[in-house]
T-cell receptor
Framework: GEDVEQSLFLSVREGDSSVINCTYTDSSSTYLYWYKQEPGAGLQLLTYIFSNMDMKQDQRLTVLLNKKDKHLSLRIADTQTGDSAIYFCAETTASGGSYIPTFGRGTSLIVHP | EAGVAQSPRYKIIEKRQSVAFWCNPISGHATLYWYQQILGQGPKLLIQFQNNGVVDDSQLPKDRFSAERLKGVDSTLKIQPAKLEDSAVYLC??????????????FGPGTRLTVL
C-alpha cells in the first residue's frame, strides 16, 4: 500500500533555512502537498506540486520533487519563530475517479531565536 | 469566506458510550472528508463523500463508526460504542472538486475526543 515517510524532528536557528524531507512509495501519485499544523489547529495547506513538475517556488517556500527517487522536500528560507509547527507531507492518488490522500506522520520544526 | 466548521471542539466520554461529531463544509464544496488523527501521527482518511454519496470508506471501522451527509452539505460522524483507542482528533475537510483541479482540501479545527 501507499506509504509516506518523514523525519520526526528538525531544529534550526532563526534566520537559517529549513529543509524538511519526505519520501513516498506510490509512483502513481498525482499531487504532492505540504501542510502546516499549529498546536490545537487544523491543517493549513502551504503549497502543492503536480507530479510532472520538478520545482515550485512560492515566496519563502521552495518545493523540490525527485520523482525517480520518490523524494519531496520543502525548503523554508529565512525561518522565523512563527514557522515553528508540525509539517505534513501528503500525496494523492487518483483511484476510480476520486483522489485518495495519504499523509506522513509529520515533522516537528523547532525554531530557536 | 467562512471556513470549515466543526463541533464540538472537545469531547470526553467513557468507553462503550456513543458520540457524534458535526461538520459544516465551506459553502459550495462538493467533497467532504473525515480524518482520524491519533497523537503523534498524520491524519488517516476515514471516509470521503462526493455530494451525498460515499466515494471511499475503506478505512472506516464500520462495526462501530458511521457517517452520513444526507443533503450533500453538513455531515455527522458517529462512534458507537467507543473504545479507548478511538481517542484522537477528528478532522473534517472539504474541497471544491473542480474537474482537473488540485483538489485542495480545507481543514476544520477538529474535535478532540478522549475516551476514558
Amino acid at each position: 500500500g501507499e506509504d509516506v515517510e518523514q523525519s520526526l524532528f528538525l531544529s534550526v536557528r532563526e534566520g537559517d533555512s529549513s529543509v524538511i524531507n519526505c519520501t513516498y512509495t506510490d509512483s502513481s501519485s498525482t499531487y504532492l502537498y505540504w501542510y502546516k499544523q499549529e498546536p490545537g489547529a487544523g491543517l493549513q495547506l502551504l503549497t502543492y506540486i503536480f507530479s510532472n513538475m520538478d520545482m515550485k517556488q512560492d515566496q519563502r517556500l521552495t518545493v523540490l520533487l525527485n520523482k525517480k527517487d520518490k523524494h519531496l522536500s520543502l525548503r523554508i528560507a529565512d525561518t522565523q519563530t512563527g514557522d515553528s509547527a508540525i509539517y505534513f507531507c501528503a500525496e494523492t492518488t487518483a483511484s476510480g475517479g476520486s483522489y485518495i490522500p495519504t499523509f506522513g506522520r509529520g515533522t516537528s520544526l523547532i525554531v530557536h531565536p | 469566506e467562512a471556513g470549515v466548521a466543526q463541533s464540538p471542539r472537545y469531547k470526553i466520554i467513557e468507553k462503550r458510550q456513543s458520540v457524534a461529531f458535526w461538520c459544516n463544509p465551506i459553502s459550495g464544496h462538493a467533497t467532504l472528508y473525515w480524518y482520524q488523527q491519533i497523537l503523534g501521527q498524520g491524519p488517516k482518511l476515514l471516509i470521503q463523500f462526493q455530494n451525498n454519496g460515499v466515494v471511499d470508506d475503506s478505512q472506516l471501522p464500520k462495526d462501530r463508526f458511521s457517517a452520513e451527509r444526507l443533503k450533500g452539505v453538513d455531515s455527522t460522524l458517529k462512534i458507537q460504542p467507543a473504545k479507548l483507542e478511538d481517542s484522537a482528533v477528528y478532522l473534517c475537510a472539504s474541497s471544491l472538486r473542480l474537474a482537473g483541479s488540485t483538489d485542495t482540501q480545507y481543514f476544520g479545527p477538529g474535535t478532540r475526543l478522549t475516551v476514558l
